[in-house]
């Protein structure tokens, strides 16, 4: 995952792929359910997110508040939320947030994104 920069994931036949980070490489892993491509784990996290839309994945420390700190920013800047996941190792240590978005964030507000101090990465996908 990379801040403030968006990515197009292809589907491949395989289950798993490899995705690019600052950091290094993670595997992500998927399958086919219902004739839709679902992400089912990013690196150690298991999620369960529709490949379908706008998404915007963030790396965090887990603790109270993040949902509602992300969701009201994307609320204030009128970007209507389509679902939320969240995949965790662990309570309080690292998690991995899903969030599908309707709109196309805008840059200001991916930065309010990755600008709260729990957030460490993130990246936006347009699928």
Known sequence: MMK???HLLKLQTSST???ISD???ITVEGRVKDGIP????VGGFE???SLEGS???CRQVDQPGMIG???SILGEENVNVSFMSVGRIAPRKQAVMAIGVDDQPSRETLKKIGDIPAVEEFVFLKL
């Open 38 to 41: 679902h992400l089912t784990r």
């Open 55 to 57: 998404i915007i994945l």
């Open 23 to 25: 950091s290094g490489e």
């Open 69 to 71: 700190k992300v969701g």
């Open 17 to 19: 792929w490899p995705a």
């Open 47 to 49: 999620v369960d997110v």
């Open 4 to 6: 403030h920069r968006g």
